[in-house]
């Protein structure tokens, strides 16, 4: 039977439209309004750098674009409070991190929002490995001399900590060493390390893409890897663990969204991500700036992600650090 149109109101095919887009986990207008990427962090910080990486490839899968928004403060706070407390339809998402969802909950006494009830995962992106340097003045060329200098020079050197993973695990090798070194707190890993090489701080732990370069330059000296294996990229560097038993840092960065984004938007982004993941382009410029691929969809980052925060608030109290 044909059907004409004049038979079915106006107003009845225009609802039908708006609730078949929100069915399919989707504002209206969705195709024409850019997805707002929320990096906790200032620009030039890894969590930036990786999100502008994976932006232009996940628009276009996901066939709309894709805004990068810098929202920095208090350990990354700021910004994961911001997209907590957005409108939950898929057109806000977290770049967070291990810093932000994993160590924050148990840093802080309390927070501004629920950690687990209020952002949800997305999906895991993969592993960043650290580096632990010093200014090239300090008179260490291993980690063994680095903390024999120290225990010998008690009180008379400061690392920065730029985010809340490097505050852990440099308290947590101060605590396994025994080693007595001033904290300085930073908003950003760039500006850290711009201090180091001038001498301002004489310790940092970092990501490859803010260090290596300096290294490089011979502005910053590389002493170990933070994890406990060896970096393929850096083969010939020592990890930490080969002088500090059980030692290991590494941070995971992931897309989070508010609490009450359907499980259909939610499964949209993840899918754009992996997909975008696959492509040998943006491989290659993550495996240059260190990133170690290891995706996770909804289903498996959510309990990797709790199990992240249990193991975090057992190490900050293991290390002694005090509750902010």
């Known amino acids: 039977m044909k059907l004409s149109v004049s038979c079915v109101p106006v107003k009845r095919v225009l609802m039908g439209l708006v609730v078949s887009l929100y069915a399919c986990g989707l504002p209206a207008h969705a195709?024409?309004?850019?997805?707002?990427?929320?990096?906790?962090?200032?620009?030039g910080s890894y969590t930036d750098?990786?999100?502008r990486l994976i932006a232009p490839a996940m628009s276009e899968r996901l066939g709309t674009g894709i805004i990068v928004e810098n929202r920095p403060g208090a350990n990354g706070l700021v910004g994961a409070d911001h997209v907590a407390k957005a409108a939950?339809?898929?057109?806000?998402?977290?770049?967070?991190?291990?810093?932000?969802?994993?160590?924050?909950?148990?840093?802080?006494?309390?927070l501004p929002y629920d950690p687990v009830k209020d952002l949800l995962p997305v999906a895991r992106i993969g592993i960043?490995?650290?580096?632990?340097?010093?200014?090239p003045g300090v008179p260490a060329k291993t980690l063994a001399e680095f903390i024999a200098y120290a225990r010998s020079n008690p009180g008379k050197l400061a690392y920065a900590t730029p985010n809340a993973a490097t505050l852990?695990?440099?308290?947590?090798?101060?605590?396994?060493?025994?080693?007595?070194?001033l904290s300085v707190p930073y908003k950003s890993s760039p500006q850290a390390m711009v201090d180091l090489a001038g001498n301002h701080?004489?310790?940092?732990?970092?990501?490859?893409?803010?260090a290596k370069p300096q290294v490089d330059a011979g502005k910053a000296r590389l002493l170990a890897v933070t994890m406990d294996r060896r970096s393929p990229l850096l083969p010939d560097v020592p990890a930490m663990s080969e002088s500090v038993k059980g030692f290991n840092l590494s941070a995971w960065t992931g897309l989070l969204a508010p609490a009450g984004t359907p499980p259909d938007a939610i499964q949209?982004?993840?899918?754009?991500?992996?997909?975008?993941?696959?492509?040998?382009?943006?491989?290659?410029?993550?495996s240059e700036i260190g990133f170690d691929i290891q995706p996770l969809g909804p289903a498996e980052f959510g309990p990797y992600l709790r199990a992240e925060i249990a193991d975090y608030k057992q190490l900050i109290k293991d290390a002694g650090i005090e509750l902010q």
């Open 201 to 210: 701080v004489q310790v940092l732990i970092a990501d490859i893409a803010t």
């Open 168 to 181: 852990v695990g440099m308290e947590t090798f101060k605590r396994s060493a025994g080693l007595d070194i």
């Open 128 to 135: 960043l490995p650290f580096l632990l340097v010093v200014h």
């Open 268 to 286: 949209r982004i993840s899918d754009a991500l992996m997909a975008a993941l696959e492509t040998p382009d943006l491989r290659q410029r993550l």
């Open 49 to 51: 750098t990786v999100a």
């Open 88 to 110: 939950p339809n898929g057109m806000t998402i977290l770049v967070g991190g291990a810093s932000v969802n994993s160590i924050n909950p148990g840093l802080y006494r309390t």
């Open 31 to 43: 195709e024409s309004q850019p997805v707002r990427m929320v990096v906790p962090f200032s620009a």
